[in-house]
């Protein structure tokens, strides 16, 4: 079942079908011509090349939450290294020489990778919770403005992350904007159920002689993980007279197809350091052209305010911005994978799949959602004799699993639906696949649950903190 992935860290075998342009992940979108450093291509990565990439990882430690922090190849690592000595050596000259054309070089390269028009409409920022700020700011002064009626609504998803929720909290609530939430079922079945949902938030959300202003759509929500079918609910959107629609795709690129002109979205972002293996922390904000962008300004003020939000995001004050310049050796790094950044996304898939299901097999449990509707991530049920009954419950267990087994996933706690009973799934792991993993680390995973269901273990038992 698992002999086709690698072993003892070695190399996944490229499978061919997962190499065609297509994603498993998002149906059968036309790939984009990506971007390359270099006529001739790179010579790919050997096992042992990628043992020496990620090194520096814990290897007492099953690492299978990579959707949290990402990771960082050491040959990245070391560039960053050498950009924080230039600037230290001669910090006048890095700043007045440098600085700007490397951040416009990173800029040009995710414009290409992400089908954007114009260099223009991508700014480096943070983090995509920095990115949030920035769209949900300029909501927020629609209505201090007057632009925007008292009660006017935003939608966002249910399973929005939940520095996002606080932000459009901090940013739309308290401007006198009225939100709602777009009910997600979980475990989801197909995309339709989304869609449906979406269709009647924006119906409440127009109630009254509403309008809504602005629609938060997850591209691959975080906990519970599912892909999001983003293309469909921005058309929607657009249908329904939404005025701007922001696509918060913090596990984006890397992860799931990430196409400007097939989105349409206003606003798109994505971290780079959670699937991109940039340093962290670093995101790109899209923002389309066609959109009035006038009022989008960097939260954080400094000497560039009002030369537009690109220019605004590269100079925010004295800082380190080594993890804004390494995307180009980002990107060798990721050409050395036999098809690029869509070959090690669609084997990411492929093997999070077989894994889950190597897992919920093994468990006699289920996937929180159809392969399809996964991305390098996926959600897998746990043994309901475990007794997770509250979210305490699922960190608990999550701390129990990181130091008792050296096993590091997040696990997610999924209230019975009404009218179910005892045996009922409530808890699920969220387990990713990055390039670094190794069949190991899921068998690790399956046995330390193995022994805590043989021992009776229950999240009963666990102390009180």
């Not at 440098?98 to 951040?103: F, G």
């Not at 469909?232 to 690129?253: M, S, W």
């Not at 989008?296 to 003020?301: E, G």
């Amino acid at each position: 079942m698992a002999s086709s992935l690698h072993s003892n860290n070695t190399q996944i075998c490229p499978n061919p079908t997962a190499l065609n342009g297509s994603s498993a992940a998002d149906g059968n979108s036309q790939i984009s011509k990506k971007p390359r450093l270099y006529a001739d291509p790179p010579p790919l990565f050997t096992p042992s090349d990628i043992m020496s990439e990620f090194s520096h990882h814990d290897p007492a430690v099953a690492r299978i939450n990579n959707g949290s922090f990402g990771c960082c190849p050491s040959s990245v690592l070391s560039a960053q290294n050498q950009l924080q000595l230039q600037w230290l050596r001669q910090p006048d000259n890095f700043y007045f020489n440098q600085l700007q054309p490397k951040i416009i070089q990173s800029r040009t390269i995710i414009k290409d990778i992400i089908n954007a028009d114009h260099v223009d409409e991508v700014s480096i920022v943070d983090n995509a919770t920095t990115a949030a700020a920035i769209v949900l700011q300029q909501i927020a002064w629609g209505f201090a403005e007057g632009k925007f009626c008292r009660g006017d609504a935003a939608v966002m998803l249910h399973y929005a992350y939940g520095a996002v929720k606080k932000s459009v909290e901090a940013y739309v609530t308290r401007a006198g904007g009225y939100v709602i939430e777009v009910p997600l079922p979980f475990p989801v079945s197909s995309a339709d159920e989304i869609v449906k949902e979406f269709r009647q938030a924006l119906r409440r959300g127009k109630q009254n002689g509403r309008k809504v202003r602005l629609a938060v759509i997850d591209h691959v929500t975080s906990m519970p993980t599912v892909v999001i079918p983003v293309k469909e609910l921005v058309t929607i959107c657009r249908e329904e007279g939404v005025d701007q629609v922001f696509v918060d795709a913090a596990h984006g690129i890397g992860c799931v197809d990430v196409d400007m002109k097939q989105i349409g979205a206003d606003f798109y972002t994505s971290n780079l350091h959670k699937w991109f293996f940039c340093p962290p922390s670093v995101a790109f904000l899209y923002c389309k052209k066609s959109t009035n962008n006038s009022d989008l300004h960097h939260p954080v003020v400094s000497h560039e305010y009002g030369n537009g939000l690109a220019i605004e995001s590269a100079w925010i004050g004295t800082r380190d911005y080594s993890s804004y310049l390494v995307v180009p050796k980002v990107l060798e790094f990721i050409n050395r994978f036999e098809g690029g950044i869509e070959g090690i996304k669609n084997r990411n898939h492929e093997y999070v799949v077989e894994m889950g299901q190597m897992l919920v097999k093994a468990w006699g449990t289920r996937l929180g959602c159809p392969p399809e509707m996964c991305s390098s991530m996926v959600m897998v049920g746990l043994p309901a004799c475990l007794g997770i009954s509250s979210d305490h419950d699922a960190l608990e267990l999550r701390t129990c699993l990181r130091d008792k087994f050296g096993v590091e996933v997040p696990i997610y706690y999924g209230p019975p639906k009404d009218g179910e009973e005892g045996g009922v799934v409530t808890g699920y792991a969220r387990i990713s696949y990055q390039v670094y993993n190794k069949v190991e680390d899921y068998y690790k995973f399956r046995d330390a649950i193995n022994q805590l269901v043989d021992n009776a273990f229950t999240c009963a038992s666990l102390p009180i903190s």
